[in-house]
């Protein structure tokens, strides 16, 4: 659980693992170096993305930075939580950024110091046949490189303004259930990170969860 660093949110008896999430490698470093990372904080997730919050250096080279990130928190025996988003590879020509992001090794190069690795998958889900086929060769690839490392499949009630409904997300849930060991739920709202985003929508998420655990796989 991602956890709000001026109000501590993981409720008693939950057994979530408070993560603490960056956008920036640099963000990290000061944290960590200045001593404000919450000393009950179990994981950090570093979620570079083609956006504002995370810095061009680390954009144009995200595997580096994803290793400089995972070997600090590790430092800190931590565990590393690596989401890099399919829009960090960019070029000219007739691919989608799902083929480009693949054929980058980007996901191999990343899960290599990870122990977590979310692949952003969730702007596929109405398309499940893509959604699929696209978890799946991430997930393949993610595990070539380092065997142990937990993949995760990204879900969300609106990608990027999308309107989806609890039986879309399911179905691409199922398409991938035996192929992933959980999922990243997102239901934003709106924000300076998703400007096109128009949730929450707690409805859909309920019933998302509850399929979950229903399938026994968690995120």
Not at 61 to 71: F, G
Not at 120 to 139: L, N, R, T
Request: glycine share 8%; proline share 6%.
């Amino acid at each position: 659980m991602i956890t709000n660093p001026k109000d501590w949110s993981v409720p008693d008896g939950w057994t979530s693992t408070p993560t603490a999430s960056f956008t920036s490698y640099a963000a990290l470093q000061a944290a960590v170096s200045s001593g404000k990372l919450d000393p009950r904080i179990r994981a950090v997730l570093y979620d570079n993305e083609s956006w504002s919050q995370t810095p061009v250096a680390e954009q144009r080279d995200p595997a580096h930075y994803d290793q400089l990130a995972a070997q600090l928190v590790h430092q800190h025996h931590l565990l590393f939580i690596a989401t890099p988003a399919v829009d960090l590879t960019k070029s000219a020509g007739a691919q989608d950024r799902y083929s480009r992001f693949l054929a980058s090794g980007l996901v191999g190069s990343i899960a290599g110091d990870a122990d977590v690795i979310d692949i952003q998958a969730q702007g596929s889900e109405m398309d499940v046949a893509k959604y699929e086929a696209f978890v799946s060769a991430a997930a393949a690839q993610a595990r070539r490189s380092n065997p142990g490392v937990k993949v995760l499949a990204g879900i969300s009630t609106n990608p990027t303004g999308q309107a989806v409904t609890t039986q879309d997300v399911v179905k691409a849930i199922g398409s991938v259930q035996g192929t992933v060991d959980g999922y990243w739920l997102n239901d934003p709202a709106r924000s300076a990170y998703c400007p096109t985003c128009a949730g929450p929508f707690p409805q859909v998420s309920l019933g998302i969860l509850s399929a979950l655990a229903v399938s026994g796989k968690s995120g």
